[in-house]
């Protein structure tokens, strides 16, 4: 009966900022669906919650309330949210404002879990709900800024391509000047939605398939220049293809919605790579076990 009153309490808890935080909440939903930048957020909840159920199931916790470190943690969500109301009168840009708000919910829920179940799984749970914080939408002048470090590597790697296969190529700022051709790297060209999808799916394939912290850490930082390495690949193909084969493929499906391919075969590479760190993890661990003088099989 005990446990059971703990679940309740953590859906009564959980649902406290919904109510509070509707019109945030329902705004950040809408740039999900209407702003490339922000898709990934509605893969963020559900991939949450099935990663917490799978931890539970496999350990089989047992709830133990944390009242006062859960407690603490819901004060400094509501300090965030009466933050968030303040930057309101404040004359403060409204993406800003809806990042402090989004930030008080994710914080607010991560209380309540803290609360409800205590610190033992809290602490078996950090990975899912830390992950929740992909649910703040960043504000425009971050945003802005990783569109153009994007724009910028994109344009680099690319260019390193196609001098790299023999293609005489001129670079002028984000524009790529070849034979027959020229090109210009603008934001859409960025890919930011498959760049941020890769990064979230770089997260999630590595705390799965990985074990220790320094194989997640490198991981996760490959996925940035891995997203300008696939991004620079789109651009040297319909430049080649473009030039060579035929000018109308520029304005083809496989520009305009060619994302999913690239993006495909980019985590096909983070895969290769998360194996091959898995299997370095394995050596790691059998060194270990025989320098401790423990048989290893």
Not at 265 to 293: H, P, Q
Request: charge should be positive; include cysteine; hydrophobic fraction near 55%.
């Amino acid at each position: 009966m005990k446990s059971s009153l703990e679940y309740y309490f953590f859906i009564g808890l959980s649902l406290a900022p919904v109510v509070a935080c509707w019109p945030a909440i329902a705004a950040t939903l809408a740039l999900a669906l209407q702003r490339d930048a922000y898709t990934h957020i509605l893969l963020v909840l559900p991939i949450s919650i099935g990663l917490t159920v799978v931890s539970w199931s496999k350990h089989e916790w047992k709830p133990s309330s944390s009242t006062r470190s859960g407690i603490a943690v819901l004060a400094l969500a509501a300090l965030i949210g009466v933050a968030g109301l303040r930057l309101g009168k404040g004359g403060v840009t409204g993406d800003l404002r809806l990042a402090v708000q989004m930030l008080a919910v994710v914080t607010w829920w991560i209380g309540s879990f803290l609360c409800c179940f205590g610190v033992r799984v809290f602490r078996g749970c950090l990975f899912p709900l830390f992950f929740l914080l992909w649910l703040v939408p960043l504000p425009d002048v971050a945003l802005n800024y990783i569109i153009h470090f994007l724009q910028e590597g994109t344009t680099s790697c690319a260019y390193a391509m196609l001098a790299a296969i023999g293609i005489p190529v001129i670079k002028d700022g984000t524009t790529l000047s070849i034979p027959g051709l020229t090109l210009r790297i603008v934001e859409e060209c960025s890919s930011i939605r498959s760049s941020m999808m890769l990064v979230v799916s770089s997260m999630v394939m590595s705390y799965l398939l990985l074990r220790s912290y320094w194989a997640r850490g490198i991981a996760i930082l490959a996925a940035l220049p891995l997203a300008i390495v696939k991004n620079g690949l789109r651009v040297l193909t319909l430049a080649v293809l473009g030039a060579y084969v035929n000018p109308e493929i520029l304005d083809s499906p496989l520009h305009h919605q060619g994302g999913p391919l690239f993006l495909a075969i980019s985590l096909l590479g983070m895969f290769a790579l998360i194996w091959l760190m898995a299997k370095a993890e394995k050596r790691t661990y059998g060194v270990t076990m025989l320098a401790n003088g423990i048989p290893h099989i």
